[in-house]
């Protein structure tokens, strides 16, 4: 007989929801999506979003509710993660209305990196692109990182457009990773460019790009490193 389950730790409670996450079914998700809901404790809520992953049937409409309505940004962060990989176009609708709105950078950027995830549709890209102008350093390197992932190339000249102007190395590598990713010609000069940053991080990044481009058989690529190799030769 279990006794008052009001006085059960919060770490117990954690453990349980963890638990029900993976044995599934749809009386443990019901009860997750329950927690998700009602529960007063943010640390139970969270572990209750988290749980839910991969067990999507029936709790899409919570998370979306979550993302948009808890009080806790490690909720909504959470909820965000989850909807990544749930391939429903409320989730994306969901996702970009967190990326464009939520006063936390880390949902925002959780938003980001969901959004990431899903196939490449204009919706996600376009605000993708506009959280590269995102206040937050963090909210940019993972819009670059999830534009990279997406492989849209409607994203090249934006992330190209990063590189000139702005003034965080993180960003900057994530942008230049994504471009090698889009496997873009287009994308050529800004990566040789990149060549010469006052960064090293940069500069490193942008060398394994452009060797990515030449194995594909890029041949702007390979003239591109040639006119640089006999410029700094003369």
Same mark, same amino acid.
Do not use: Q, Y
């Given at each position: 007989m279990i006794g008052n389950i009001s006085n059960i730790s919060g770490e117990v409670r954690e453990r349980a929801v963890r638990a029900l996450g993976h044995v599934g079914g749809?009386?443990?998700?019901?009860?997750?999506?329950?927690? @998700?809901?009602?529960?007063?404790?943010? !640390?139970?809520?969270?572990?209750?979003?988290? =749980?839910?992953m991969g067990r999507l049937d029936g709790?899409?409409? !919570? @998370?979306?509710?979550a993302l948009a309505n808890d009080r806790s940004p490690d909720v909504r962060a959470a909820a965000a993660q989850t909807l990544g990989w749930y391939g429903g176009s409320d989730a994306v609708e969901a996702l970009v209305a967190a990326l464009a709105r939520d006063c936390s950078p880390?949902?925002?950027?959780?938003?980001?990196?969901?959004?990431g995830k899903f196939d490449s549709n204009s919706a996600a890209v376009d605000a993708l692109t506009a959280a590269l102008s995102d206040d937050s350093?963090?909210?940019?390197?993972?819009? =670059?990182? =999830?534009?990279?992932?997406?492989?849209d190339h409607r =994203?090249?000249?934006? @992330?190209?457009?990063?590189?000139?102007?702005?003034?965080?190395?993180?960003?900057?590598?994530?942008?230049v990773a994504a471009l090698g990713q889009l496997g873009d010609s287009a994308a050529v000069d800004s990566l040789v460019a990149a060549l010469s940053d006052d960064s090293g991080r940069v500069r490193k990044a942008a060398a394994e790009a452009l060797v990515e481009l030449a194995r594909r058989g890029d041949s702007s690529v390979i003239a591109a490193l040639i006119d640089v190799l006999l410029?700094?030769?003369?």
């Open positions: 749809s009386k443990a998700v019901d009860t997750l999506i329950a927690v @998700l809901v009602n529960d007063r404790n943010p !640390a139970i809520r969270e572990a209750a979003a988290k =749980a839910l709790s899409a409409e !919570a @998370l979306v509710a880390g949902v925002r950027a959780a938003a980001a990196r969901a959004l350093a963090h909210v940019r390197e993972a819009a =670059a990182k =999830a534009l990279g992932w997406l492989g =994203a090249v000249d934006a @992330l190209a457009a990063v590189l000139a102007r702005d003034d965080s190395v993180s960003v900057c590598v994530a942008a410029v700094n030769a003369a």
